[in-house]
């Protein structure tokens, strides 16, 4: 699976896409590159970083994007990133694609719990089923990287752009959670160029991510695991119920032997105890 061609070209199902940057790093060139391959769809950009006339030039001139200014208060009206959601889903009758740029920025000026209230929201299929997918950009130089890791937990596809030496090349680290619960990640490097487009220099394949599943040797003062002649000497032990179970003729038949203390005295076998 090549994550980073599902990811942009829109190829496996993924609601909420999340892309982590920095100033050193940005993350833009991404929205211009997934909207190019949206056409189907009603492209809204939630416009928090810059004015509407930047975003014009980054991304490509297509007449299914709409911008919408959220860096300035129109007419007075402060609304939230849920309430500019639902107008415009009001308004439109199409399948929608939403673009957040960016979320550390509507962080600055919203608690973290209301806005990961309304990123769960929006990028739910039962309350918004026009929205196809979710897009946000979101700065690990701007936002707690405890925040970022709560909203990694609630996306489906994380695309880390990294920078190098050379501010022309970008490393990507992308990771895919499938919808049997495992995890792709895919690795690349690549050349930005001025138009936006991304020329990948190294692809290295896909690797899946394997939960460690390593007993913790730190959470007690004695062994909790075993080495391997341990492990050997344990599987060669025999039980002594196995034995009882390889018995044909016996089944569950409970053998006793009375020793010198028991009493048999069935009429009354309460007198022992001297009532």
Known sequence: MNV??????????SRLILIEDSYLAKGQFLL??????RKSYNIHVLCYENLVPKYQTLFPSLSNIQYHDCMTNILSLNLSMY???????????RNIVIFIDSLSLYLLRTEFSKAYKELLDITSSDKFSKI???VAVIHNDVTELNQIEHLKNICKTHVQVQSTNNPLLLKLRLEHKRSNGKCVVQKLKGELKSDCSFKLIND?????????????????SFKLDLQDNEKKAKEELILP???VQNTSNTGGMIHYVPDEADDWDEEDPDDDLEI
Do not use: F, M, W
């Not at 980073?4 to 199902?13: D, F, I, L, M």
């Open 204 to 220: 290295l394949p896909p690797q899946k991510v394997v939960e460690d599943k390593g007993i913790p040797t730190n959470l007690a």
């Open 241 to 243: 119920y196995t034995l």
């Open 32 to 37: 211009h590159l997934i909207s190019a391959n």
């Open 83 to 93: 309430e500019t959601v639902s107008n415009i889903i009001e308004k439109s009758t």
């Open 132 to 134: 196809v997918q979710c």
């Open 4 to 13: 980073y061609e599902s990811v942009v070209r829109g190829t496996q199902a």
